[in-house]
């Protein structure tokens, strides 16, 4: 029953819809280019996985506020997945 039916149904006041769909990213691998880099595919999924969550937060140092400082490291689209570092050297990501 969708959620207008279930509206119209006796003895329901409300029906709230939270949420919705889940984007989803395919990332295709090239196991030869990856392993000339020398880096394990293991990498590319933690890599990724902490690329895309909430990160630590905490109180405000300032005085008379009550705030917190929380950041959400969500990935929104090919371009973040592009900028994710796999590897460096000397500092410098390649």
């Known amino acids: 029953m969708c959620a207008t039916g ?5 003895g329901v006041a409300e029906v709230a ?9 395919n990332v295709v691998i090239d196991p030869q280019r990856l392993r000339g880099f020398g880096i394990p595919l293991s990498k590319v ?6 690329s895309n969550m909430d990160v630590g937060g905490a109180p405000s140092s300032c005085p008379n506020s ?7 490291a969500y990935l929104k689209g090919i371009p ?3 900028k ?3 590897k460096n050297e000397g500092g410098t990501p390649c």
């Open 45 to 50: 999924r933690d890599a990724i996985r902490a």
């Open 66 to 72: 009550n705030s917190w400082c929380v950041a959400a």
């Open 6 to 10: 279930l509206a119209k149904a006796e």
């Open 80 to 82: 973040d997945l592009q």
């Open 84 to 86: 994710i570092v796999l």
């Open 17 to 25: 819809s939270v949420g919705g769909f889940v984007k989803q990213y």
